[in-house]
């Protein structure tokens, strides 16, 4: 098989109104085979800005490691998430008027704050070393406080120490970020909100291109660019451990297979699952080469 004649055998066998889906089959030539989880929340409410495309990315990536991956998509906000059962969670983008309603899902099933050995719920998954990505406004969920333009304040789930403010204007370009273990992370960015972060929070990355969390870096200012968007730290997104966000759409992890291939080790490792293939260039010459064009053009657009 090509590149994606797995992808589509997988496709093509797959019911549309399935609620999971499986590589193992592909991967493999056998089902029953111990697969990595990766649980897809609540795409029936995070679903713009092309987080199918994401999921899909996921399995491709994984069809290229041999990685044995199952898929399930968890749709209630009022059914609990069997915690114990994903190696990865991946949110995808959604909007930001729906993040009160993921808060409250999600508030009622992190588990207890005071007991460390319990490990039960989100909180017990994200200690015992599961994978957490959110992009896009999705983040919000992720932070400290979360203010509405209204006025209105939530109290977001804390997992990662970061305040969000919306704004009146929308931002929206192509954005290229640094991450801090070192990977070329591209895609775009509709941004409607402004992110601080706490002291002592780690960052997604620095931002080479566009609007970082709450402007565009000093350098990046001049050279045609407005310095009515604003000043900012330079810093994009947020992470603790494994506890990821990042304002980059594209979709992210189609866009960035190196980047996808990190996050899939991490997880598969969770999962104590051997991954003995990594990501060949001629696997991923598609990606390379539109994602060097892609940068080319943003640096013409800084001159």
Not at 70 to 93: C, I, N
Not at 180 to 207: K, P, R, T, W
Request: proline share 2%.
């Amino acid at each position: 098989m090509n590149n994606f004649d797995k992808l589509k055998t997988i496709r093509e066998n797959v019911d549309r109104n399935s609620e999971q889906l499986t590589n193992a089959s592909v991967v493999n030539g056998e089902s029953g085979f111990r697969c990595l989880h990766i649980l897809w929340l609540y795409p029936d409410v995070m679903n713009i800005h092309g987080g199918r495309g994401d999921i899909m990315g996921l399995i491709h990536i994984s069809n290229l490691m041999n990685i044995p991956v199952e898929v399930r998509r968890q749709d209630s906000l009022k059914e609990d998430v069997d915690w114990e059962w994903p190696h990865l969670v991946y949110m995808t983008a959604g909007e930001l008027k729906c993040a009160s309603d993921v808060i409250s899902a999600l508030k009622r099933q992190m588990g207890q704050a005071d007991d460390p050995d319990a490990m039960s719920g989100l909180r017990g998954f994200v200690q015992r070393g599961g994978t957490f990505i959110a992009n896009g406004s999705s983040g919000a969920v992720l932070a400290d406080s979360v203010e509405l333009y209204d006025g209105t304040v939530l109290e977001g789930l804390g997992l990662l120490h970061m305040n969000w403010k919306e704004r009146e204007s929308v931002w929206g370009d192509d954005i290229w970020v640094k991450t801090a273990d070192g990977f070329d992370v591209i895609g775009n960015q509709i941004q409607v909100a402004d992110v601080e972060l706490a002291e002592g929070q780690e960052a997604f990355g620095e931002l080479l291109y566009g609007r970082g969390n709450n402007g565009i870096a000093e350098e990046l200012l001049g050279n045609g660019v407005s310095r009515m968007s604003g000043a900012g730290s330079g810093l994009e997104g947020a992470r603790t451990g494994n506890v990821i966000y990042t304002g980059i759409l594209g979709p992210l992890l189609t866009k960035n297979p190196r980047f996808t291939e990190s996050i899939l080790k991490k997880a598969a490792a969770f999962a104590d699952i051997e991954v003995s293939d990594s990501l060949k260039d001629s696997d991923i010459e598609m990606e390379l080469k539109s994602a060097e064009y892609i940068t080319k053009f943003m640096k013409e657009k800084q001159v």
